[in-house]
């Protein structure tokens, strides 16, 4: 059974907003860490921004730093990823994986979501 699943994707021009949701399954969904991954075509998988279990730590990538934010309602085994000033090399499926972790190695987690479509239109 698929413990996280992602919403909120779509298709929007650049400069536009969009605000991902991943739902969690998981009994203990407030002891995860917390990651957003994004993959492009034809691209490897790569780090957007994690958050620690206790929501005081946030980590980004250097490409959406300043332009995402990442958040967590652990009452709600919530997370979101808040994106604004989107641009058309976003473009990309974009998941959410809980582990022991915040960073950037997705070998590090443990459950992965099925991942929702983002895609920025010129």
């Known amino acids: 059974q698929v413990q996280l699943k992602e919403s909120g994707g779509g298709t929007v021009q650049a400069g536009s907003s969009l605000r991902l949701s991943c739902a969690s399954l998981?009994?203990?969904?407030?002891?995860?860490?917390l990651g957003w991954f994004r993959q492009a075509p034809g691209q490897e998988r790569e780090f957007v921004a994690g958050?620690?279990?206790?929501?005081?730590?946030?980590n980004y990538a250097d490409s959406v730093k300043g332009r995402f934010v990442i958040s967590r309602d652990n009452a709600r085994k919530t997370a979101y990823l808040q994106m604004n000033s989107l641009q058309p090399e976003d473009t990309a499926v974009y998941f959410c994986a809980a582990g022991l972790t915040y960073g950037s190695d997705a070998k590090m987690y443990n459950y992965w979501g099925l991942g929702t479509r983002v895609t920025i239109s010129a």
């Open positions: 958050i620690s279990w206790s929501i005081r730590d946030t």
């Open positions: 998981l009994q203990t969904f407030h002891t995860y860490g």
